[in-house]
């Protein structure tokens, strides 16, 4: 199997290379400054100087949710336009694309999980770059897969990082405890895109951890993991606005059903408890990967 990632050097671009390192594939890795995914003419640049790939996983994004909100241009570039790119290239060559994308494309206004086919609607920049960025690359290879996920941690930025670092610095942290979702472990996901890599089930699909929890809920059990004293103070996402005014809206209800993988090849994905602890205990410093 001949495999390029893109967005290699992010979260989920690393655990990818770790899970694709214990199969029998070729992998080219490329992030930027080398490929920026939103210019057409490099991704035909870089799809003409290669062998044709079996699959691209796309894992480059941007991610910044409130970045988003003020630099969306950048933010539709690299969301929309980026995996139209890929997908058009890789339907010219016959490859297959796997293509991220968030819990974020829902408005999150109703308890409950989500299932693929329920009506995105959303509510940050983020979000409708994120959505747009599924329909182009559905509609330019019928060879696409889309993947959902959410709360990803792993090697790199993320929310379990920031707790654990202002625990080093505050004894107590303010936290929302009114947006639930599905925290996911970027090993877990990488190892299942790989399932799903294989199939012909091109579509969407939902792929977080089991289990639904708020933000603070994570804070707290990543500080009772890692033997923290720090306590999490809870707070409602209106006053978390008011203290930050500029922060994008978020889900308040953003948990996935991975409804599709359980009707199809199997849900692989274990509770986010689990993951969490594996991540926390194995090697934080690698992404948990060991
Ligand atoms: N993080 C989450 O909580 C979360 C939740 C739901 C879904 N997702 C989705 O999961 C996927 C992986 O997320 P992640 O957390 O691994 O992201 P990440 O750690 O931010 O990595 C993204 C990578 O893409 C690169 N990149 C940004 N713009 C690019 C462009 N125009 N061309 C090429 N590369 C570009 C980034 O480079 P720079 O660092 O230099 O910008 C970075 O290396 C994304 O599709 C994301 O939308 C993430």
Not at 90 to 105: E, I, N, P, R
């Amino acid at each position: 199997m001949r495999v390029l990632i893109t967005g290699a050097n992010g979260q989920l671009g690393l655990a990818l290379q770790h899970v694709l390192a214990q199969h029998d594939a070729i992998i080219d890795t490329v992030d930027l400054p080398e490929l920026d995914i939103s210019s057409h003419e490099s991704v035909t640049a870089w799809f003409g100087a290669h062998d044709a790939y079996d699959v691209v996983f796309n894992c480059a994004a941007f991610t910044n949710v409130d970045g988003c909100e003020t630099n969306f241009a950048a933010a539709f570039a690299a969301n929309a336009l980026g995996p139209m790119n890929l997908a058009r290239a890789c339907a010219a060559t016959g490859a297959t694309l796997v293509h991220v994308s968030t819990d974020y494309v829902f408005a999150g206004n109703e308890p409950g999980a989500r299932v693929e086919d329920d009506v995105p609607a959303p509510i940050s920049a983020y979000g409708r770059s994120k959505l747009a960025g599924e329909g182009l690359a559905l509609a330019a290879n019928p060879r696409t897969h889309v993947v959902r996920t959410a709360w990803l941690y792993g090697e790199g930025r993320n929310f379990v990082r920031t707790m654990l670092s202002l625990a080093d610095r505050f004894d107590e942290v303010t936290v929302v405890d009114d947006q639930v979702g599905n925290p996911t472990f970027a090993g877990d996901l990488a190892r299942e895109l790989v399932r799903i890599a294989h199939t012909e089930h091109f579509g969407v699909w939902h792929c977080t951890n089991e289990g639904t929890c708020s933000w603070a809920d994570l804070a707290e059990e990543a500080y009772r993991l890692a033997g923290v004293a720090t306590k999490v103070r809870r707070c409602t996402s209106a006053e978390w606005k008011a203290m930050h005014p500029e922060s994008a809206d978020r889900p308040a209800f953003s948990s996935l059903q991975n409804a599709r993988l359980e009707a199809t090849i199997g849900n692989g994905m274990r509770p986010w408890k689990e993951a969490l602890a594996e991540y926390l205990a194995v090697a934080p410093a690698r992404g948990g990967v060991a």
